[in-house]
């Protein structure tokens, strides 16, 4: 059933008019633990560290603790804070400086959507842009800068493709690519689109930098603003916690900056953008760096191995269903990606891979396996970001070699309406395949990769549930023996992520010891009609104790 609580009633007052207590009792709460020894309480306490002191009973608490400050949760749900174990925070930033493009149904719905966005920059400013997606027109073809020339004659125009896979750029942003783009040369692990020898604006993967390398950098106030904007987006929808893959040392620097003033309003784990400055400044202090008020860590290298399976970019082990002759692109070479890999082996560094493809996921899992050698199963907790497509006799690999399979349940709802034509019926088998893994014993950890989905939590939940899209279809769910259970689903999104990023004993289960991060959502994930799932929404967002997020407040504010 479906509460009807208001948020305005939530008594948060008691936190800012009585003088500092040292305890604080959330009563009065129907709370999903998701610690298997007591999976239902009605109260919390904790102390002002943030720490949880007891998990139980509303009167049996406020017994033990007289004199606590009080919230009153007017039985709404409480679930542990939602983690997002792949989210791209200044990604998601981004999307607040650039033009969105998600979900436009036609070429000309995203020149409108521009043309808005232009008449705020500057003469001569580069116009960003991201989340197009061609299997969203009625042509499903690739665009070309020509469709942008008429509109944008001289402002370079640089548009990301809804994956981050492919930008479609025009001829102005083209003049200033870092090598002409014209010729029948391809750079590594990339591909220029060209008609015979002229490119014609779009570039996948490796070759996205050619144009990318030349947009001028954000500025380290922008830089700032843009992470504030993703940390209000991520507590607004629930989330205490981020696994961000793939941060630069200067923009890590940026994060220490705010995180060491009181900024960082929920906890990010941080991954080193590949081989570069981050890995080796990560590398020289030895392997792991957190800061003292537990919103900051960096233990971990995010590599890529291929591409995405929209562009037709993920490393297939045979050709693509509809595309004879390709079988997609490794975006490092495997000589690269094993120095990478060796490197953070002898840095104590956890590996986290980008795998979609199951030629991507195989070259993954071999190189793993050779690197970690006899010492698979330390307690390394190596990654596979998306692990998105396997060869069935892979999956059971995974568990071998104790690596943690990193997926986005709406990843398989946005793609099911074309997986089929990219793959055939028979590799279908092994892709999205949450239940293959689980029944194998490889933990899971789920996420959203936003910005390329929403960063919502709940759609994960409800794509996770039903493998169905937001009008319910198809009916019964696409593939639907992979369809996870709601306990398994907020798993993948609290304990599941925890473990992924060695802080199983800190968040992801609220129990006696671990911090008081916890969401108070307007409804009950475990009895909502499964539809519902995706419009639930938190009340409040807490992160050690604090109420990080208030809906009413935030209502108030607009
Ligand atoms: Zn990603």
Known sequence: MRLSLRCSSIALLAMSALPLQATTLLVNAHIHTM??????????????????????????????????????????????GLIDAHGHML?????????????????????????????????????????????????KQFPSAADLDAAFPDRPVYLERVDGHAVWVNTAAMKHATKPLDGDWQPQGG????????????????????????????THEQTREAYKAAFADAVAVGLTGVH???????????????????????????????????????CSQGGHWADAGGRLQMRTVKLYMDGALGSRGAALLTDYNDDHGNRGILVTSPDAYRSAVEKAYRCHVQVATHAIGDRGNRMVLDTYQSVLGDHADS???????????????????????????SMQPTHATSDM????????????????????????????????????????????????????????QPPGGWLPDQRVSRIQALAGFTRGAAFAAF?????????????????????????????????????????DGKAVYQADKAEAAH
């Open 503 to 543: 802080m199983e004993n800190e968040v992801g289960t609220l129990k006696p010891g671990m911090r008081a991060d916890f969401v108070i959502l307007d409804g009950d994930l475990m009895t909502v009609p499964p539809r519902q799932i995706a419009d639930l929404k938190p009340l409040s967002t807490w992160v």
């Open 417 to 472: 309406p074309w997986a089929e034509q990219r793959l055939g019926a028979e590799r279908l088998k092994g892709a999205y395949a949450w239940q293959r893994f689980i029944h194998e014993q490889v933990p899971l950890a789920f996420g959203s990769d936003f910005p390329v989905e929403q960063v919502n939590p709940m759609l994960g939940l409800y794509a996770a549930v039903t493998r169905q899209d937001l009008n319910g």
């Open 244 to 282: 961000d893959p793939g941060v630069s040392l200067d923009d890590f620097k940026v994060l220490q900056e705010m995180a060491a003033s009181g900024e960082v309003p929920l906890r990010l784990y941080e991954m080193a953008d590949g081989n570069h400055a981050a890995l080796d400044w990560l």
């Open 91 to 139: 990604g998601l930033g981004m999307t607040h400086i650039q033009v969105d493009l998600v979900g436009a149904s036609s070429k000309q719905e995203i020149l409108d959507r521009l043309k808005a966005g232009a008449a705020k920059l500057p003469k001569g400013v580069w116009l960003i842009g991201r989340g197009w997606d061609q299997n969203r027109w009625a042509v």
């Open 191 to 218: 591909r220029i689109v060209r008609e015979g020898k002229k490119a014609t604006g779009v570039l996948v993967d490796g070759a996205v930098g050619l144009v990318a390398d030349a947009i001028p950098p954000l």
């Open 379 to 405: 307690d390394h907790r190596w990654r596979v970001e998306h692990a998105q497509i396997l060869a069935l006799d892979d999956i059971p690999r995974f568990a071998k070699l104790r690596l943690i399979a």
């Open 35 to 80: 610690d298997p020894a007591r999976p239902e309480a009605t109260a919390l306490a904790w102390k002002d560290d943030g720490h949880l002191l007891a998990v139980g009973d509303t009167a049996d608490l406020q017994k033990r603790y007289p004199d606590a400050a009080k919230v009153d949760a007017q039985g709404a749900t409480v679930i542990p």
